[in-house]
């Protein structure tokens, strides 16, 4: 390479970073300097009133997994959070899970269709978006609440004797994620079965595949990017969820989203609410990280 | 008698759509196809050779009649459970596995013993000379060497049929040309049936040992290559294999008057009106006072290399077509207008009755 081809390779790479400086910089504020400020909280000690004060404390931290007895300052497992957790976790994967045996189908069902009634289906698909996520959620819990709906159908139809109790259950949180977080797990998946060659499914059919194994060993892997990107999708919306546990689990069933609003709020313990979203943050990454690398493998394996 | 017939349609009907609107695809197609022949289906587009071919390989189910493989009925057996295998045009290669991979696929799904899988998939990869690919994904590999691998992928499980749906189309020339030795390779080789689907006659004539002709659903004739294009046994296969001529004519005793009103001796008949057809390369030119030569003026000479093209008018304006290998010096001498003589090899002569 001639020094003048150098020279202008070097200017052009100096040219467009000067370029993208200015995005640069916003992103850079925009995104790391929320998240500083939180961590920095986290290591602060409480406010008397509100907020935080100035100093070093690693109280907040403790108190995720920890509380402080009151009187004689001796450390107990701090049972509740590790509920929260394990219930945010849990109902997260389950959701996922859920969208997914629910959502391939219908994008397989989509996928399949002729071009013009896919793009119907898709927009039908859509349509939840048009409403606020609240009103959604609300609607919800007026089907599934004692006197709601749901019940009030099924005591009519003698189907059941007394109303079933699911608004403000574990379930109930269960039911209203799958329903608010469907669309993210069929969209992706449906961009990945719309490009899937229909033709390989003869090809494996014809190779003595039986159906099952042509959706495990030809659609499944095939399509995994879809599914990769529709499972994060979902799963990592619902472990912050915060609107429908708050509407349709009551005060009692919290996931993070709320525990980490409650110290805002009610609390009043903000670094304890900025330790729990750095943690958070941790068990989104580090399920991410798992998550992809399994994925990876399954699809590596046997090469 | 049914140990050497590998695969026999019976009076099979495909219709696709509701009662009015039905497409019959196949219009009672019977035929019998030999163990280890390599049969080509032949026709125009649309005439049914792919519907015929997804009803052996088990796509598609009949309206009516039966498929039997080997003297068994598998008529209404899914494509996984028929020892039968296809090479799609498409190639249908599995994207998301190796050379390899794709391969061993189908005694993967039989379940048989990984030993088994490996050794089968390097025998099929030297058999289409792929070994130097074996760890490549589908995609990096050109036209050709993909075709090889659909082909490796489908032989790998020894099925007792190959089914082949104009696998070379999307192929150019030169790499056709050589995939059509190397199918007939391997088919030797492997012994299998291979069941052929192509509209390219040439490919029909060079590469099989039975040919189908079919039109419209219906199969017209079904024979030897040979056999196909000099006793072609009615107007469709004649027109559709190879050129040829065709004389509208009207028996007068034992020989035929054509309708320029000259009789010329042919294999007999007992139709009144006949059509003689005849192959471009066995129309002679003679000088036009010789004895029972046709008299003919030419139209147009179209120079093809090897041969030229001569086209010349009977008396009452019927083209005829005599194909003339070009002669060393390039020149034949012959010019547009110039009135000659043709004469046809009587044994060349075809009729049909039509
Ligand atoms: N799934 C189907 N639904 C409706 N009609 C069909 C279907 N498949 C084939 N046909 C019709 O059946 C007829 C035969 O089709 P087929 O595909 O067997 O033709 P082909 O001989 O393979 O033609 P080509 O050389 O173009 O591949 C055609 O008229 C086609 O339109
Ligand atoms: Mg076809």
Excluded at chain 2, 296 to 321: M, P, Q, R, S
Aim: net charge neutral; hydrophobic share 45%; aromatic share 8%.
């Amino acid at each position: 390479m001639s020094p003048a081809e150098q020279a202008q390779i070097t200017q052009s790479t100096r040219n467009g970073w000067l370029l993208s400086a200015p995005a640069l910089v916003l992103l850079t504020i925009a995104a790391v300097g929320p998240l500083a400020i939180v961590v920095a909280y986290s290591f602060m000690p409480q406010g008397d009133f509100n907020g935080v004060a100035w100093g070093f404390s690693l109280e907040a931290w403790q108190g995720i997994l920890f509380t402080k007895d009151v009187f004689d300052g001796t450390l107990a497992w701090a049972d509740a959070n590790l509920t929260i957790f394990w219930r945010s976790v849990k109902l997260s994967m389950l959701t996922t899970v859920f969208t997914f045996v629910v959502g391939f189908p219908t994008s397989w069902f989509i996928a399949t269709r002729a071009p013009k009634a896919r793009a119907l289906w898709l927009f039908l698909i859509t349509i939840p978006f048009w409403t606020n996520l609240l009103i959604r959620t609300f609607a919800i819990n007026e089907i599934i609440r004692k006197e709601g709906l749901l019940n009030t159908i099924l005591l009519k139809l003698h189907i059941i004797s007394k109303p079933l109790e699911m608004i403000y259950t574990d379930t109930a949180v269960f039911i209203g994620m799958t329903y608010v977080y469907l669309p993210l797990m069929v969209l992706p998946l449906f961009a990945s079965l719309d490009r899937f060659d229909m033709r390989l499914l003869e090809a494996a059919y014809d190779l003595y595949a039986s159906p099952f194994q042509v959706l495990r060993k030809v659609i499944v892997p095939i399509v995994k990017p879809g599914i990769i990107a529709g499972s994060i999708l979902v799963f990592v919306p619902s472990l912050g969820a915060y609107v429908t546990p708050r509407l349709l689990g009551g005060g009692k069933n919290m996931m993070i989203g709320n525990f980490i609003e409650l110290q805002f709020g009610q609390g009043r313990n903000w670094p304890l609410g900025a330790s729990l979203s750095v943690t958070l943050l941790f068990i989104v990454t580090g399920a991410l990280l798992v998550y992809v690398r399994h994925a990876n493998r399954e699809t590596t394996h046997g090469q | 008698m049914t140990q050497t017939i590998a695969v026999e349609a019976r009076n099979v009907v495909k219709a696709f759509g509701h009662a009015d609107t039905a497409v019959r695809a196949l219009d009672d197609v019977s035929v019998q196809i030999r163990k280890g022949e390599f049969f080509t289906l032949l026709g125009p587009s649309g005439c049914g050779k792919t519907t015929l071919l997804r009803l052996i390989a088990g796509f598609e189910m009949p309206s009516g009649g039966t498929i039997l493989l080997e003297g068994a009925d598998i008529t209404t057996l899914p494509p996984n459970k028929r020892p039968v295998n296809t090479v799609f045009q498409s190639y249908a290669l599995f994207p998301h596995l190796t050379v390899a991979q794709n391969i061993g696929f189908g005694l993967e799904m039989l379940g048989r013993p990984k030993s088994e899988v490996q050794a089968t998939t390097a025998r099929m990869l030297a058999l289409v000379k792929l070994e130097a690919m074996a760890n490549r994904k589908t995609s990096q590999l050109s036209g050709g060497q993909q075709q090889r691998v659909a082909l490796a992928r489908a032989l790998a499980p020894s099925p007792k049929v190959l089914l082949l749906d104009e696998p070379l189309s999307a192929l150019d020339l030169k790499l056709r040309k050589e995939m059509q030795i190397e199918l007939k390779r391997l088919q030797l080789e492997t012994g299998i049936t291979f069941i052929f689907v192509t509209h390219d006659q040439e490919e029909a004539l060079t590469m099989s040992d039975r040919i189908g002709v079919m039109s419209a659903g219906k199969l017209q004739q079904v024979g030897p290559p040979k056999e196909i294009y000099n006793h072609p046994v009615n107007r469709f296969v004649a027109s559709f294999i190879g050129e040829t001529n065709f004389l509208p004519a009207s028996r007068d005793g034992d020989r035929y008057r054509l309708d320029c009103g000259i009789k010329i001796a042919a294999p007999a008949s007992n139709a009144a009106r006949v059509t003689l057809t005849i192959r471009p390369e066995q129309v002679r030119l003679v000088a036009e006072t010789e004895a029972d030569a046709l008299p003919a003026k030419i139209t147009n000479l179209v120079y093809f290399g090897t041969d030229t093209h001569c086209h010349a008018a009977l008396l009452d304006g019927t083209e005829v077509v005599a194909r003339l290998q070009s002669p060393a010096s390039g020149d034949a001498g012959l010019a547009v207008g110039q009135s000659v003589g043709l004469r046809f090899v009587p044994e060349a002569i075809q009729v049909l009755e039509d």
